[in-house]
């Protein structure tokens, strides 16, 4: 039985189960792995991606600038053979019509070519009437364009070589190749006026963006028409000017545009007319694809993250409910219940702990029933401690009447297997009397034969000295009755099932508890006189005719709660004064069972004796009754 002093005793509360450290280290090295795996790869993937971004870009645009330059030289190259033959043709008009007219067929994206000197009228002008009728463009915006670029004319006239952007002009994208012509020394300037959309369509290379510029930063051919159509010009551009401060024909970086937007940035500079080709491809645009896979690696590792939880929650019960099991148990075991079946389930180093646990709790079980259970629990929690304590309790001794009797009619009747006979019908007796001491929160001390010795306000208390008391005078009737149900039906001449009567004494004072004993065996128990006084207590019994016997000492602290009757006074050897006992008859506020002691001999079949004719000091001449 728990005494009321451990109720309140709580298992302790699990704050980190094993199942959470192992989705917790676990989910923690998956993270860890999975992360470092993922920046590894992108790390080295975005190394990889950027030089090839980088070799990509600058191949781009060097294709792109070869492409430029071989178109224009080639229409550079075809102009000037043009201009050779009409100049060889000399005053042969349809020589010349029949020259300009094959180099138009042959050369469609030329709009017109002129040969001019500064502040003075074409030369010559030659003009592709086919080009200007597919595009409805007026071929007369050839002469406001050319009275527009006189200062144009002049540089090329002295020797340079200009591209300008025609497509403010004209609506449709159209370059001006400016050149020097110097034919016979006189001073002219050449001006081919082709279209750009053969040139910006090879310009256009998928992510990578290329676009043309001329020598003062005009925008000559670029992805966005608009740029071209207005006119811009980037020649403020952080980028250009790092251009043209480069000595270098190319060179590649990695810059921020007007738009913030970072760039891998890649230019050529162009033999002729001091343009150059640029090719850009976005930062961001390079690394989407690591970003992507970033992501899906993210994901994966999510979904790989909750699935690791689940399988590790899963598992986790494997371990943590055996083991809840065993702590359950271990609660159990605290609390003094040492009747656990424990059945392993697992093929691991639960399973043998679980075994151990088993045959540990069969052990302990032996273990209480071999000694007070109670006391082997709170021996167990440390809360007795070796040494003695003196306690203020109530010690109690029983005895079966005529015990050596009835032993022998087991013998003269059962033989060899009188023995297990005596044992199974004394246990049976001792059961229901244990039963009666633990109820009331008494520690049985020992069994001296069929004698049963246990105390009150040792162990544990129930408050005070006369809860104990009473708390002892009540497992003693308790056994009265348990005894009255138990000889129900038995006969006095049953040898093998006779009925049991008892004696029982009590005492209450100032005793010396604790483990006494060696270092191979000890028990808790009480010395004192108070112990010796509730032995020879119980001794009287017989001789006064009664089941439960009290000395003063005792009588003093239930008084008030039992019906009792005063015996004659003892005189106790080593003891001056005479003592003085009461029988038990029963509580006060008892609704069922004796009033007197005349009801209480009658209901035991008791015989009331001639306390003058009772010798009491028959065995050591211990007692004297009367004054």
């Not at 781009?60 to 050779?84: G, H, P």
């Not at 162009?270 to 896979?293: K, Q």
């Not at 059945?343 to 043998?352: H, L």
């Not at 004796?594 to 003058?612: C, F, K, Q, V, Y």
């Amino acid at each position: 039985m728990e005494h009321k002093k451990d109720k309140g005793r709580k298992a302790a509360q699990i704050r980190y189960p094993i199942g959470l450290k192992l989705v917790v280290i676990i989910s923690m090295l998956l993270l860890l792995s999975l992360s470092l795996i993922t920046t590894l790869v992108s790390v080295m993937v975005s190394n990889d991606v950027r030089i090839t971004a980088e070799d990509n870009n600058l191949n781009t645009n060097s294709r792109s600038a070869a492409e430029a330059e071989t178109v224009l030289n080639s229409i550079r190259s075809n102009t000037l053979v043009l201009l050779d033959t009409l100049a060889a043709a000399g005053n042969s008009p349809a020589l010349s019509r029949q020259a300009a007219a094959f180099f138009f067929e042959r050369n469609q994206d030329v709009a017109a070519i002129v040969v001019a000197v500064p502040d003075s009228p074409p030369s010559t002008l030659l003009i592709n009437d086919r080009f200007f009728l597919a595009n409805a463009v007026d071929s007369a915006l050839v002469d406001s364009f050319l009275a527009a670029s006189d200062g144009i004319i002049e540089r090329a006239a002295a020797g340079e070589t200009l591209i300008l952007n025609g497509m403010p002009v004209f609506g449709v994208p159209l370059l001006v190749l400016f050149y020097p012509w110097n034919e016979g020394g006189s001073g002219e300037a050449a001006a081919v006026f082709f279209s750009s959309e053969s040139l910006s369509e090879s310009f256009e290379t998928g992510a990578n963006s290329s676009y043309m510029i001329g020598g003062e930063g005009d925008v000559l051919i670029h992805p966005e028409h608009d740029l071209v159509r207005a006119g811009a010009n980037f020649e403020n551009q952080d980028f250009i000017r790092a251009m043209r401060e480069n000595p270098g024909e190319s060179m590649q970086r990695l810059y921020t545009g007007e738009d913030g937007r970072r760039y891998f940035g890649a230019f050529t500079k162009l033999s002729l007319a001091n343009a150059a080709v640029i090719t850009n491809v976005e930062y961001e645009v390079v690394f989407e694809g690591i970003r992507a896979t970033t992501r899906r690696n993210i994901y994966l590792t999510v979904v790989v993250l909750l699935a690791s939880v689940i399988f590790i929650r899963i598992f986790s019960e494997t371990i943590s409910k055996p083991l809840r099991v065993l702590a359950g148990a271990a609660e159990r075991i605290e609390g003094g219940f040492f009747d656990i079946a424990l059945e392993p389930k697992t093929r691991d180093e639960i399973e043998t702990l679980t075994v151990s646990f088993d045959r540990m709790a069969k052990a302990l079980g032996i273990f209480g029933r071999f000694t007070n259970r109670e006391i082997a629990v709170r021996a167990m929690r440390g809360e007795i401690k070796p040494g003695g304590l003196p306690k203020h309790a109530t010690i109690f001794f029983s005895d079966i009447r005529n015990f050596t009797a009835k032993s022998e009619n087991f013998t003269r009747e059962f033989g060899e297997n009188a023995s297990d006979m005596i044992v199974y019908w004394l246990n049976d007796y001792l059961t229901r009397m244990v039963d009666c001491v633990a109820k009331t929160g008494g520690v049985v001390d020992k069994f001296i034969g069929d004698a049963v010795m246990a105390h009150w306000g040792t162990a544990y208390s129930s408050g005070s000295v006369a809860e104990d008391a009473l708390n002892c005078l009540k497992a003693a009737l308790m056994m009265r009755s348990a005894l009255l149900e138990m000889n129900r039906g038995r006969r006095e001449d049953d040898p093998g099932n006779p009925p049991i009567h008892i004696g029982c004494g009590i005492n209450t004072g100032i005793v010396t508890a604790g483990q006494i004993g060696s270092d191979q065996r000890m028990e808790y128990t009480v010395i004192g006189d108070p112990v010796n006084l509730a032995s020879r207590t119980e001794a009287l019994n017989k001789a006064l005719g009664t089941d439960i016997l009290i000395t003063e000492n005792t009588w003093q602290f239930v008084a008030g709660s039992l019906i009792t009757e005063e015996m004659p006074p003892v005189t106790v050897k080593g003891k001056e004064k005479p003592l003085r006992l009461f029988a038990v008859v029963n509580l006060k506020d008892a609704r069922e069972g004796p009033g007197t002691l005349a009801e209480l001999r009658e209901l035991l079949g008791i015989t009331p004796p001639d306390l003058n004719a009772v010798d009491t000091g028959a065995e050591e001449k211990k007692y004297k009754i009367g004054g």
